[in-house]
Every structure is written in C-alpha cells, then in structure tokens.
C-alpha cells in the first residue's frame, strides 16, 4: 500500500507501527510525532519530498517504510527506514518492503539508497538492523553517538559572556537583519559536519529554503529557540544553536544544529550559544535528544558539561543501484 500523508487514517496505522518499533527498540525514544509527520508527508517542500509504503495483510499492518526524497544536496540518493511489528518479524517483511522501495529509487533514477540504524549498542554500534543491513548489501559509512539529557537542569553556572561577542535569539523566523549571515551558517554547518564515509553532498543555503523549513516546521506545530552569538567589532554573525520540539510530544526536545564559524572557533561560542538556549527553552521535564559522530570532540565535550549522556549508537549505512 503507498502512503502519501493524505488519509489522516491510514497514516495513523502507518504511524503507530513506525513509532512503535522505535518505543519497542530505543530506551529513549526519538522522532516526529504523528501530525508533525503527516504534515512533511503531505506537503509540498522546497528540499525533500516524503511518501511511504505499507505492508497490510487485510486489516492488519506487518510493517512499514518511510522514504525520503532529497531534493537538494543528496539528489541521488533516496532515504529508506524500515519498521516491522514484533509479532511478524523474521517472516519477510522487511525484505519486501525493501525490495519495492529499491524498485522504487531506480525508477526515480536514484544511485544509492540509505538508511539508519538507530538502535545500536552505544559501544559497539550493532543491532538486529545491522545484521540485516549487512546481509542485504549496504555498507556501514558512518556513526553518531545519541546523547540525551534528563531536563530541567541548572545551566546558569555555564552561561558566561564571551569577550568581544553578544548574543541574539529569536524564535520560528530568523529576522530578516541576520537572513543572509544566517544562511551562510547553515551553509558552513552543512560542509563541515563529520559526515565520514557517506556519500554526502553539503547543501547550499539560500533565504528562500530558510523561509520554507521555517513555515514547514510552524505547519508541523514545531516551534524551535535559536541562540546566536554577534562579533561586535565586525557584526559578523559567529554562532548559533537551534533546539525545538512540539507541544504534541512535550517530554521529547531536540538539539538541531550547533555550528561556529571556522574564523570563530575557540573562544568557547559553543556553550557560549547552547547554555541560555537550552536554559530558555526548558518549560518542566522532558528529555532532550541530540547526535554527534565520536570524531566531533569539541562539541561532545560541550554536551558533557552540560550533562548530556550516551545512550545508543546510530549507524548509517547505504547500498549502490
């Protein structure tokens, strides 16, 4: 069965087992909620185009795949995650989802499909999705520890003014005064994140994709906290970090993105940007989620002071048509 988003039903069904697999699988669980992911499906965005399939055996759902179409960046590539219900596992089912979904990606003229395994050991990275993974010809590129953190926590000890620097934030819409610098500091995020053996295209920030994930994350009911940090001398914008979350799943907030400018970097503008930002949007407990890969030191060394902990090791991994 294709699922597209539409029939708020059916993507209830498709929804609860993707979810569920994940509630079953992950200590804390991570993702969309359901209206939230409806509304990507659904829509119509600038940079990504998502749509999923179905494997229902009369009124029953076996499993689910939802796919992500990269329109920007990665335009070879197209995103597959698997989710199948407990009681039918090891009957096929992911084999057949998969199958129509690389059927799928080469009609759509895709080289490579990819996917995450997000329940890996925090040490070791491996799980029953890797083993399936392997055995059906993806190759394992690249890692991320998943770190969380228990909220609320006192960071006011942590937030220290930087010689030289002040802080901005704002809410769902980058004012239109920091619109240019900030799409130079998505740009510069999307070059430099490790990404390691991935098959990776950085993505180029214009005002216009900002303004559409902007009214795409406010249809979805996200709203996001960004602390940014200004070179007073230059007015240069230097840094910023982005968390957010839906009053729909309260408990669970994401760190987004954190990224200082290569010309910035080590003045501690990192927790200089992430403490008040982490401090304004915390409203009672909840669990913040944020990945970064092992390689990426500096910033897992932010998230420590702060408190964050490992948790679990995703693992992306990816297969040439």
Excluded: C
């Excluded at 939230?36 to 749509?51: F, I, N, P, Q, Y």
């Excluded at 890797?130 to 937030?159: C, I, M, N, W, Y």
């Excluded at 930002?277 to 407990?285: E, H, K, S, V, Y």
């Excluded at 990945?291 to 040439?320: C, D, H, S, Y």
């Amino acid at each position: 069965m294709a699922v597209d988003g539409r029939d708020p039903e059916v993507f209830r069904r498709f929804y609860d087992v993707k979810f569920g697999v994940r509630q079953e699988e992950l200590e804390f669980p991570v993702g969309m909620g359901v209206e939230e992911a409806r509304v990507l499906m659904s829509g119509e965005h600038a940079d990504v185009r998502a749509d999923g399939l179905g494997l229902v055996d009369g009124d029953t759902w076996l499993g689910v795949a939802w796919l992500d179409w990269w329109l920007v960046g990665n335009t070879d590539t197209v995103d597959v995650e698997l989710a199948v219900a407990p009681e039918y596992r090891r009957q096929g089912v992911a084999s057949r989802l998969l199958e129509v979904a690389i059927g799928r990606a080469r009609a759509d003229g895709r080289r490579i499909v990819s996917g995450t395994n997000l329940a890996g050991d925090p040490v070791t990275g491996e799980s029953a999705g890797t083993a399936f993974a392997r055995a059906r010809g993806f190759e394992k590129k690249h890692a991320e520890l998943h770190q969380v953190l228990e909220l609320p926590v006192d960071v006011s000890g942590l937030e220290q003014p930087v010689d030289g620097y002040e802080l901005v934030q704002w809410r769902e819409q980058a004012p239109d005064e920091w619109l240019g610098q900030f799409v130079e500091l998505l740009s510069g995020m999307s070059e430099d994140v490790p990404t390691g053996d991935r098959t990776d295209e950085p993505v180029q920030w214009t005002p216009e994709l900002v303004r559409d994930a902007e009214a795409r994350r406010v249809a979805q009911g996200r709203f996001t906290y960004t602390t940014a940090a200004v070179h007073i001398a230059s007015g240069e914008l230097a840094a910023y970090t982005q968390m957010g979350g839906t009053p729909e799943s309260p408990g669970r907030l994401n760190q987004y993105d954190t990224y200082v400018r290569r010309t910035h970097r080590g003045n501690g503008l990192g927790i200089a940007v992430k403490a008040p930002n982490l401090r304004a949007i915390q409203t009672g407990p909840a669990v913040m989620h944020t990945w970064n890969a092992p390689e990426n030191t500096p910033m897992i060394a932010v998230n420590a002071k702060l408190g964050f902990r490992a948790v679990a090791q995703r693992t992306m991994w990816e297969r040439v048509l």
